[in-house]
């Protein structure tokens, strides 16, 4: 019984991980032409307005309903129990869905609704706090249900999801003006230049997700071990106060640059201790595993392998560029500025999240789906376009913040036509974003058996 109880809730998941991916690739396609537009590659008029929407697709759409789908799965198998209630999870996932459409239609024309728009933005934002708070409020039922080991992999789990609560709930609280200031509450303050840190936070939601996920299942995967709960701990305690302090820095609407760093400090440190709980970069012997495993076992084990470790590499490189940004803030030079702040968010976003759901999908997908799915079937391109990407936007970011001149240490570009054309490869290397995750999702569905 129990297991026809797992495999409902599985299936509840379906909508909410197809929505995602769905969004996901609206969200990348519009990043891209963004992207292009930072390297002077001309798009047509009209695209302009959608461009400015990727970050909502990116993160009230993509990672929200992501999250939502995974934790009404992954929280009952933790457990072998059914979810609560199947009604409320759906009615959660329509309020989601419904309200992020409706932002980005009313975001697309506010000036047609002129007075109303402010008004209308509050009642699309209550409706998707509404749709949150049932997401947390059934997961925290199952919470309460006492799991047989590593009890702190449920921490990172409702801190998680506690966390996108908390800033949806602040969100909607700046539409009332009830934190950012006291001018008229009539005039919106929607397009708020957001600190690093600020994003940053809005991130953390996944990581945390996926921390919680990992502790749990990436130990016994790896070499049949435990985690080191102590460090575990450690980890869980600094990215607490990793969200407490950036949220401490929304409320108070603070931008210390002293304050940011701190909180990239504790994030990083936090990162590193949970590397060493679950051996993320090794710490154990695996010898006999790599020996024995044959076939499909051994290509899973070395897949499941490379990503864990580009993907925390890629996190703790992103982290460092943050920290680089706080410590150079003061430099009267707005456009490195942004190049570090762009470098950093997309190497956390693509380079950490990215990566471990392209790891994680194939894992999840068979119980919602009903089929298997074959890793001897699945391959690198996708992790390598991705890197080859970053790679790209990297050297972008550097030109950039050189202020778009060609860098000393790169001679071979400086004829101006040469430079023309890197301008066009790096311009164009946010559709290797989307290529790589067209190729993994063709690739999926030819490995489902």
Not at 45 to 69: C, S
Not at 230 to 258: K, Q
Not at 395 to 400: E, P, T
Not at 413 to 426: R, T, V, Y
Request: with cysteine.
């Amino acid at each position: 019984m129990a297991n026809v109880n797992t495999v409902k809730t599985s299936y509840v998941s379906k909508p909410f991980i197809v929505s995602a991916v769905i969004i996901l690739f609206v969200g990348s396609f519009m990043g891209a032409a963004w992207l292009m537009t930072i390297f002077n590659i001309s798009i047509p008029p009209w695209f302009g307005p959608l461009i400015q929407q990727h970050r909502i697709l990116q993160i009230d759409g993509f990672l929200t309903l992501l999250i939502m789908g995974v934790g009404y799965m992954i929280v009952p198998r933790f457990r072998n129990v059914s979810l609560p209630s199947v009604t409320y999870a759906y009615l959660s996932f329509l309020l989601v869905l419904i309200s992020l459409i409706a932002q980005v239609v009313t975001l697309l024309q506010p000036s047609i609704l002129a007075d109303k728009f402010f008004f209308i933005m509050i009642v699309i934002t209550t409706v998707r706090v509404s749709g949150i708070l049932i997401f947390v409020t059934i997961v925290f039922l199952m919470l309460k249900i006492r799991p047989k080991r590593l009890r702190l992999s449920d921490y990172f789990i409702a801190l998680s999801i506690m966390t996108l609560l908390t800033m949806n709930i602040i969100e909607l609280a700046q539409m009332f003006g009830v934190i950012y200031s006291e001018e008229d509450i009539t005039k919106p303050r929607l397009t708020i230049a957001y600190p690093l840190s600020h994003i940053e936070l809005w991130l953390l939601f996944p990581i945390i997700m996926i921390f919680g996920i990992e502790y749990k299942t990436l130990p016994s995967f790896l070499g049949f071990i435990r985690p080191r709960s102590n460090i575990g701990l450690s980890s869980f305690i600094l990215i607490s106060s990793c969200v407490i302090l950036g949220l401490l820095a929304i409320l108070f609407d603070t931008e210390l640059l002293m304050l940011q760093s701190v909180f990239n400090m504790l994030f990083f440190t936090s990162v590193v201790a949970f590397t060493l709980s679950i051996y993320a970069f090794g710490g154990f012997n695996n010898s006999d595993i790599i020996r024995l495993a044959q076939g499909e076992k051994k290509v899973r084990y070395n897949l499941t392998v490379l990503h864990i470790k580009t993907s925390f590499f890629l996190l703790l490189v992103g982290i460092l560029v943050g920290i680089l940004l706080g410590i150079t803030y003061e430099l009267d030079h707005e456009v490195y500025r942004f190049a570090l702040y762009d470098l950093a968010i997309h190497t956390i976003a693509i380079g950490f999240i990215g990566i471990t759901i392209s790891l994680y999908l194939p894992l999840m997908l068979p119980p919602i789906i009903g089929k298997t799915v074959q890793f001897t079937n699945l391959n690198k391109i996708p992790l390598l376009l991705i890197l080859l990407s970053l790679g790209f936007r990297a050297l972008g970011d550097v030109i950039l913040a050189q202020g778009n001149f060609v860098p000393n240490f790169v001679p071979q570009f400086s004829s101006f036509l040469a430079f023309k054309i890197l301008n066009l490869l790096l311009g164009l290397s946010g559709w290797l974003v989307v290529i790589a995750m067209a190729v993994f999702v063709i690739t999926l569905h030819r490995s489902m058996k």
